[in-house]
């Protein structure tokens, strides 16, 4: 049997083991009501990420008037901050590395910005538009370089300072910068072959430095090493639009869909979901983001119900 053949084989055989997802066990779960202590002149937008930092502090992401709200452990508000900054014009992801920075992804603007623990800019990855430039015809039909993005998604920062960026909605590749900021490599394109995508969407990493990239257009998840080398492809029976994994030695990642999310261990198997589709407390839609400090605790931005949930898992 020829190489590739055998490849493709491999990974098809692998794949059926997230297909147990429509046959997975139903998780019970409760909503914790009215947990986010949302002071009642902020109005919410679309809900599109969220994200933990060592304190336990919570930090919800939304596309209102106030971009990033910060809250206790307990759900009480302390602080919001990207107000009338043009980085906040189009929020996409948040996330904190190892060093509490916190990692934000503008979509539109193409752009990855990397926060300090103090909230001070301290690095950018790729590049706003320039109106001026363009409304000059100068670089029309240019083609943009390689370290710039098209609407990119999603971030992680693996334990030497190598940042991975999902380049998402136009370029459906995964980019892997050094941890200075200089372009690395990148891989992927357009398609549904193994190693493609169509919309990669979110992207997270194990202990073993192996990640998991949220294929969400290809009902997917695909795992690579941290050189781009796919190891196998997980396939669903729904859109994977969102990816969080528990801490400590034995983890498991949480893949939110729409009207529901699926639980599985770290070979692939669907170990249960929950949820239902619908827009009120106690059901969910597209699940943009989640967070999952422990095992049994969630944190759910619902993209066009304009609300954040905790969740936990009886």
């Keep these: 049997m020829k190489p590739v053949a055998l490849l493709l084989l491999l990974l098809t055989a692998t794949s059926v083991f997230a297909q147990e997802g429509s046959k997975a066990p139903e998780i019970s779960f409760r909503v914790v009501k009215d947990f986010f202590q949302i002071p009642s002149d902020m109005f919410m937008a679309e809900a599109v990420g969220v994200a933990l930092d060592s304190k336990g502090h919570i930090f919800i992401l939304n596309r209102g008037n106030h971009p990033v709200l910060e809250f206790n452990a307990d759900g009480s508000f302390i602080t919001t901050f990207g107000e009338g900054s043009p980085l906040f014009t189009t929020p996409h992801s948040i996330r904190f590395d190892s060093q509490d920075n916190l990692w934000y992804v503008n979509s539109a603007a193409n752009l990855v910005v990397k926060f300090d ?25 240019a083609i943009p370089p390689p370290a710039s993005f098209y609407q990119p998604t999603d971030t992680v920062v693996g334990p030497d300072g190598s940042t991975y960026v999902t380049d998402g909605y136009g370029n459906s590749r995964v980019v892997k910068f050094a941890h200075e900021g200089t372009l690395i490599k990148y891989w992927g394109d357009r398609g ?92 969910f839609d597209s699940i943009h983001a989640l967070a999952c400090p422990d095992e049994k605790t969630l944190y759910l931005a619902n993209e066009f119900s304009y609300r954040f949930d905790k969740v936990v898992l009886q």
């Design 117 to 141: 623990p103090k909230r001070r800019v301290e690095q950018a990855l790729g590049r706003r538009e320039e109106p001026w430039v363009y409304l000059t015809h100068g670089i029309e039909r």
């Design 192 to 283: 549904t072959k193994p190693g493609q995508f169509n919309t990669p969407h979110s992207i997270v990493m194990d202990a073993n430095s192996t990640l998991y990239v949220a294929d969400r257009q290809n009902d997917r998840i695909q795992v690579f090493d941290t050189d781009g080398n796919l190891k196998t492809v997980w396939n669903l029976d729904g859109p994977a639009w969102s990816l969080c994994i528990t801490p400590g030695p034995r983890q498991v990642l949480f893949v939110g869909s729409v009207g529901h999310v699926y639980k599985l261990d770290l070979e692939g198997h669907v170990l249960g979901k929950f949820g239902k589709l619908g827009r009120l407390p106690g059901w």
